[in-house]
C-alpha cells in the first residue's frame, strides 16, 4: 500500500498562486506514474497534471496548460502542484493519485490509480 497525504490548497483570489503538497509513504513512489486531478461541485473528475516515475516528461490538461506545474522529489516521496494566474473555474477539490496511462485511439489518457490523496480544497475568487 501507498498512502499519500496532501497539504496546501485554501481561499485565493483570482490571479493568485498556491502551491499542493503530496506525501508519500509505503510502496515505492518512484516507481509510479504520478499525478492531479480535481472535481468541481457537480462535474466529472478532470484529470490536470502527469508526471514520468523520473520526473522527467509531464503532461497538463489543455485547461492548466502554462499556468501549473508538476514536479516530484523522489528522494523526499513528494509531489507537487504548482498553480499560477488561477481562475474561478479552477476552484475544485484537487487530489494527487498513482496513474494509470492508456492510449484511446492513438490519444492518450491518463486515469486514477489505485492509490489516491485525501483531496484539498481550492477556492478562487473572482
Known amino acids: 500500500q501507498m498512502k499519500l497525504v496532501q497539504s496546501g490548497g485554501g481561499l485565493v483570489q483570482a490571479g493568485g498562486s498556491l502551491r499542493l503538497s503530496c506525501a508519500a509513504s509505503?510502496?515505492?513512489?518512484?516507481?509510479?506514474?504520478m499525478g492531479w486531478f480535481r472535481q468541481a461541485p457537480g462535474k466529472e473528475p478532470e484529470w490536470v497534471a502527469s508526471?514520468?516515475?523520473?520526473?522527467?516528461?509531464?503532461y497538463y490538461a489543455d485547461s492548466v496548460k502554462g499556468r501549473f506545474a508538476i514536479s516530484r522529489d523522489n528522494g523526499n516521496y513528494s509531489l507537487y502542484l504548482e498553480m499560477n494566474n488561477l481562475k474561478p473555474e479552477d476552484t475544485a477539490l484537487y487530489y494527487c493519485?498513482?496513474?494509470?496511462?492508456?492510449?484511446?485511439?492513438?490519444?492518450?489518457?491518463?486515469?486514477?490509480?489505485?492509490?489516491r490523496g485525501q483531496g484539498t480544497q481550492v477556492t478562487v475568487s473572482s
Open positions: 493519485a498513482s496513474v494509470i496511462r492508456r492510449y484511446i485511439r492513438g490519444e492518450m489518457r491518463f486515469e486514477t490509480g489505485e492509490y
Open positions: 509505503g510502496r515505492p513512489f518512484e516507481a509510479y506514474l
Open positions: 508526471i514520468s516515475p523520473s520526473g522527467g516528461p509531464t
